[in-house]
């Protein structure tokens, strides 16, 4: 098509095997968009094509890719929220028929399904990464993954285990929970564990955990999406990525009250705490 629309945060431009999509930057666009800066979509990549009203007198373009096609969403599992998507761009309503006409044009180019994809169709953020998590420091070359402790906020179990080197050959996947919950993380699965990884991240000398300004989603994300992406190209051993896990109520319940307590300490808004409740009560 070679033609380009351009909405909120974003601008696609149509070629005749892709989607190169360009993201703004600015105060206002999320920062992940900044982080990724721009991204080529292969049509194989994408499952479907949508277009639907948006919020405030918008509508919102949503190519949907596949499973397995973008480490960044396989990473995320279902995590990010709808402003953090990177396969919606959000226009003004009265670009409606524009954008019908793209969706229809998108849908009539896109290949027979042939099912999911054996490799990953779009690119990860390229190594090298690092990133500040609440107990160590994550770092990643392209073809290991290091941590290094932090005195202030790292267990006694991860300082007896000494700081950690994980070649991506000896990986089968990764576990990434979202920084803007409670338990946020970041947990490297080895192919072949010594022992079983402990469940809580916090003793797990193969996991950094988050916190408030620590693991933000621009930057924790796409290192766990080109860890990832290493891993799928290292070897024949299939690719892990832990689904969110519901929450047991009476969790949810006491992170509420921990968040509370947070509310009333001053650590946290008024808007962040009614935000992150609602968050925690749509987990039930």
Do not use: N
């Amino acid at each position: 098509m070679g033609d380009v629309l351009a909405g909120f945060h974003a601008a696609w431009e149509f070629e005749s095997d892709s989607v190169l999509i360009r993201f703004e930057r600015g105060i206002r666009t999320p920062k992940l968009f900044q982080a990724l800066g721009e991204r080529r979509v292969p049509l194989e990549a994408i499952e479907a094509v949508t277009l639907a009203p948006g919020r405030r007198g918008t509508v919102v373009l949503h190519a949907v890719p596949k499973a397995g096609a973008d480490p960044l969403m396989d990473a995320a599992a279902g995590q990010l929220k709808e402003g953090c998507d990177p396969y919606r761009l959000v226009l003004p309503s009265d670009r409606e028929t524009l954008a019908e006409y793209y969706a229809d044009e998108l849908r009539a180019r896109l290949p027979e399904d042939t099912g999911p994809p054996e490799r990953h169709l779009v690119a990860a953020p390229e190594a090298p990464l690092r990133f500040k998590a609440y107990d160590g420091r994550a770092a990643f070359d392209g073809t290991s993954v290091s941590f290094r402790w932090f005195w202030t906020g790292a267990s006694s179990a991860k300082w007896k285990a000494g700081d950690q080197s994980f070649p991506v050959t000896g990986l089968s996947g990764v576990e990434w929970r979202s920084p803007e919950v409670f338990e946020g993380h970041l947990r490297l699965l080895r192919r072949e564990p010594a022992s079983a990884q402990p469940a809580q991240a916090d003793q797990d000398p193969a996991a950094v955990v988050f916190g408030l300004g620590y693991g933000p989603v621009h930057e924790s994300l796409p290192f766990a999406a080109s860890v990832l992406a290493a891993v799928r190209a290292s070897g024949p051993a299939p690719v892990t990525v832990v689904p969110a896990p519901r929450r047991d109520p009476a969790d949810i319940a006491d992170r509420i009250r921990h968040l509370g307590e947070l509310h009333e300490a001053g650590l946290v808004t008024d808007e962040e705490f009614t935000r992150k409740k609602a968050e925690l009560l749509a987990e039930l």
